[in-house]
């Protein structure tokens, strides 16, 4: 079986944050040392009446809003690029300091366009550590790109990412 350090569940719809966490919770449980980081929403409120985007770091549960108030009628992203680089800052920190697998909430517009996580997925490479993200239709051919030969995908079942999970832990222990 070939090694692929890097994978992403494929999702369309459901809580793949929620689905990450207990992944993750799983994970630090077995004795597993899981960084990186799932998203949340915060209520709806403000001028644009859009709910606030939060990343919450797994191994320190440190929260950082990464949406910024664009107001009221804006249709643009709404992501925060600077506040998405302190966070990713603060998880390579956490990264250096070890780390067993790098969760990330997801593969998306940011990663596809050379921005986002994707500096902090390859400093985890370097490091030969296993990153798990999450990726939709839009940006799986941006996805296949990026990760190439050493990627694999994912269905949004925790047997078959635990398995890749179990797959890489005895890859590493044979290695």
């Known amino acids: 079986m070939t090694f ?11 809580d793949i944050d929620g689905f990450l966490a207990g992944i993750a919770n ?3 449980a077995s004795g597993m040392r899981v960084r990186g980081a799932v998203q949340s929403r915060g209520a709806v409120g403000g001028e644009c009446r859009c709910a606030d985007m939060d990343l919450t770091t ?20 709404r992501l ?28 998306g ?26 990726v939709r239709p839009t940006y799986a051919d941006s996805w296949a790109h990026f990760g190439g030969d050493i990627a694999c995908d994912l269905p949004m079942q925790t ?11 005895r890859s590493r222990h044979a290695a």
């Open 159 to 169: 047997d078959a990412v635990l398995g890749w999970v179990n797959r890489l832990e």
């Open 58 to 77: 797994l191994y320190s549960n440190k929260t950082f809003r990464i949406s910024q108030p664009l107001g009221n009628g804006s249709r643009g992203c």
């Open 109 to 134: 517009r940011g990663e596809s366009e050379g921005r986002g996580f994707r500096d902090l997925i390859g400093a985890a490479i370097a490091l030969e550590v296993p990153v798990l993200t999450a």
């Open 80 to 107: 925060d690029p600077g506040a998405l680089a302190i966070c990713s800052s603060f998880i390579a920190s956490e990264l250096h300091a070890g780390a067993d697998l790098l969760i990330l909430n997801r593969f």
């Open 4 to 14: 692929t350090p890097l994978a992403a569940i494929r999702f369309d719809h459901g």
């Open 26 to 28: 799983s994970l630090a």
